[in-house]
Every structure is written in structure tokens, then in C-alpha cells.
């Protein structure tokens, strides 16, 4: 299974950005995928999950701002940022857990997309 992660980028406060990932592999099916992110000098923190029936969840700090989505068919999961802030400057990482033709389930994470929230 492959995450492929894209549509960071250099954008000012107040701006917007949508997020994609895409994954691509055998698997029977996906149990929930989710964004994380990484500030320089802070560990990896949850941003929004998403489970196969659309339940959602978010962090605090992005709560009301932004929209985790995904479109099941295609594999691909996005998450829009709106009303952005330099304190949301982070790499950000897609993860998704899924199960096998095995029936065990596995996580995988994307390689990250870098965000830059200029001030």
C-alpha cells in the first residue's frame, strides 16, 4: 500500500489549502484514514480522522476551520484548510489503516506535504 501526499505549499495567514491523498495497493478495504502533522520541534499531532462511514473527527486547533473528506471509490481522502495561521506551518502526513486479503489490518503513512503559513 502507497500514500501519496500533495497540495502543500507557501501560502499567507487567512489563506486556504486543500490537502489530498491518494492511495493506491491491494487491500481489501480501508478502516479509517486521518491527517497528521509535524511542526519543527514538536511531535506529530492528529489534525482530522475519517472512517468508512464518514464519522469525523478534529483537532481543537483546526476544529471549525477545516474539512477532512474522502471519496471511497477513487481511494482518495482530502482535507481543507481554510482561515490558515502560522502556527499551522507543519509537515503533514496522511495515514490509513487497512485491512489485507490476510484480514489483518496494517497502517501506512504518506511521505508528508509541506504547509508554510507566512504571518
Known amino acids: 500500500v502507497q500514500l501519496q501526499a500533495s497540495g502543500g505549499g507557501l501560502v499567507q495567514a487567512g489563506g486556504s489549502l486543500r490537502l489530498s491523498c491518494a492511495a493506491s495497493?491491494?487491500?481489501?478495504?480501508?478502516?479509517?484514514m486521518g491527517w497528521y502533522r509535524e511542526a519543527p520541534g514538536k511531535q506529530r499531532e492528529l489534525v482530522a480522522t475519517?472512517?468508512?462511514?464518514?464519522?469525523?473527527d478534529y483537532a481543537d486547533s483546526v476544529k471549525g476551520r477545516s474539512a477532512i473528506s474522502k471519496d471511497s471509490v477513487k481511494n482518495m481522502m482530502y482535507l481543507e484548510m481554510n482561515s490558515l495561521k502560522p502556527e499551522d506551518t507543519a509537515i503533514y502526513y496522511c495515514?490509513?489503516?487497512?485491512?489485507?486479503?490476510?484480514?489483518?489490518?496494517?497502517?501506512?503513512w504518506g511521505q508528508g506535504t509541506l504547509v508554510t503559513v507566512s504571518s
Open positions: 475519517i472512517t468508512t462511514r464518514g464519522t469525523t
Open positions: 495497493g491491494t487491500m481489501s478495504s480501508i478502516n479509517a
Open positions: 495515514k490509513v489503516i487497512a485491512t489485507m486479503p490476510s484480514g489483518r489490518q496494517f497502517q501506512y
